[in-house]
């Protein structure tokens, strides 16, 4: 997989699977958002992202896919009337579930506490993919915050998306269970690359470093579909950052409460890098 945006070949009508990335619109850039636990920062980098790629005129979508466990709202300060799990049992349609966040992008929230959604069923797969389908030609960048960990929801959830974010901290648990992520990730969808984003850095270079460490394991362990061993991107660090928790603690977004502070100014980064990483011509 290149380091350029861009959607996978549509595959036959039927032939979507858990096990390979999926097609999508050519006007859609999909990128999962995940981790290999929960605790990581990973809903927080989604919304913070979203904004800042809003702020460069992108139109992006951010969708809940922590199905079940959602808290996208509780990071936006948001009360939705309406949610996806309204949409899956027809209650409300996918228009009326569209909320606009604080930064201006457009979120997809999902119900909490609902156990039905713990597991991969074929409604909850198909509702899935028509979701993705539905909106993703209208927007430019659609993030997928999926939920943590390797559960058959969560391996489907990162399988409608092209390019995948892994996000971690440099605690040896965060590391491990992100390994095996990305372990499965490429086994079972036959990816060739991911891209990393280290959370709460105590120095700067610590990313790099991880990502290094990381790679030689996968080097000794992970082969890709082709033989070659999966190449892990480090996409940047994100310092730790009382700012970050103080943001948290008020259900605001960094980027709009402390735009200038170290770690904010690293999404910003962050999203400088995958803006670049689209194709321009779409953009003109």
Same mark, same amino acid.
């Not at 440099?170 to 969808?189: C, G, H, M, N, R």
């Given at each position: 997989?290149s ?5 996978p070949?549509p ?5 979507q699977s858990?096990?390979?990335?999926a097609?999508?619109?050519?006007r859609?850039?999909i990128?999962?958002?995940?981790s290999?636990?929960?605790g990581?920062g990973?809903?927080f ?6 904004a ?5 005129g992108?139109?992006v979508l951010?969708l809940?896919a922590d199905l079940g466990l959602a808290?996208?709202d509780?990071?936006l300060?948001l009360?939705p009337?309406?949610t996806l799990?309204?949409?899956?049992t ?5 228009e009326e579930?569209?909320?606009?966040a604080?930064?201006g992008?457009?979120?997809? =929230?999902?119900?909490s506490?609902?156990?039905e959604?713990s597991?991969? @069923?074929?409604?909850? #797969? &198909?509702?899935?993919?028509h /979701? %993705?389908?539905t909106?993703?030609p209208r ?7 999926t ?6 929801v969560v391996?489907?959830s ?8 892994v996000?971690?901290?440099?605690e040896p648990t965060? =590391?491990?269970d ?7 990730l490429? @086994?079972?969808?036959? #990816? &060739?690359?991911?891209r990393l /984003? %280290? ?7 610590d990313?790099?470093a ?18 070659q061993p ?9 310092p ?8 948290v603690?008020?259900?605001?977004l960094?980027l709009?409460s ?7 100014l690293?999404?910003a ?6 803006k670049?990483?689209l194709?321009?011509v779409?953009y003109a």
């Amino acid at each position: 997989m290149s380091d350029v945006l861009s959607p996978p070949t549509p595959p036959r009508a039927g032939s979507q699977s858990a096990s390979a990335p999926a097609a999508r619109n050519p006007r859609a850039h999909i990128m999962a958002v995940t981790s290999g636990k929960g605790g990581v920062g990973k809903t927080f980098v989604s919304a913070n992202l979203a904004a800042a790629l809003t702020r460069h005129g992108l139109r992006v979508l951010v969708l809940d896919a922590d199905l079940g466990l959602a808290n996208l709202d509780v990071v936006l300060n948001l009360y939705p009337k309406v949610t996806l799990h309204d949409v899956f049992t027809g209650k409300a349609t996918l228009e009326e579930a569209v909320i606009t966040a604080p930064g201006g992008f457009s979120v997809l =929230l999902a119900g909490s506490g609902m156990v039905e959604y713990s597991r991969l @069923t074929p409604e909850i #797969r &198909n509702q899935l993919m028509h /979701v %993705i389908d539905t909106m993703a030609p209208r927007y430019d960048v659609v993030l997928l915050d999926t939920g943590a960990g390797i559960s058959d929801v969560v391996l489907f959830s990162v399988s409608l998306a092209a390019e995948v974010l892994v996000v971690a901290t440099p605690e040896p648990t965060s =590391l491990t269970d992100a390994y095996a992520a990305i372990k499965v990730l490429t @086994t079972q969808q036959k #990816r &060739n690359s991911m891209r990393l /984003v %280290i959370n709460q850095a105590a120095r700067p270079g610590d990313g790099r470093a991880i990502t290094g460490q990381l790679q030689q394991v996968l080097n000794r362990f992970v082969s890709t579909e082709s033989g070659q061993p999966m190449r892990l991107i480090h996409m940047g660090d994100i310092p730790a950052d009382k700012a970050v928790r103080e943001s948290v603690m008020r259900r605001q977004l960094l980027l709009q409460s402390m735009p200038g502070c170290p770690a904010a100014l690293a999404v910003a980064q962050l999203a400088n890098k995958i803006k670049t990483m689209l194709t321009p011509v779409e953009y003109a």
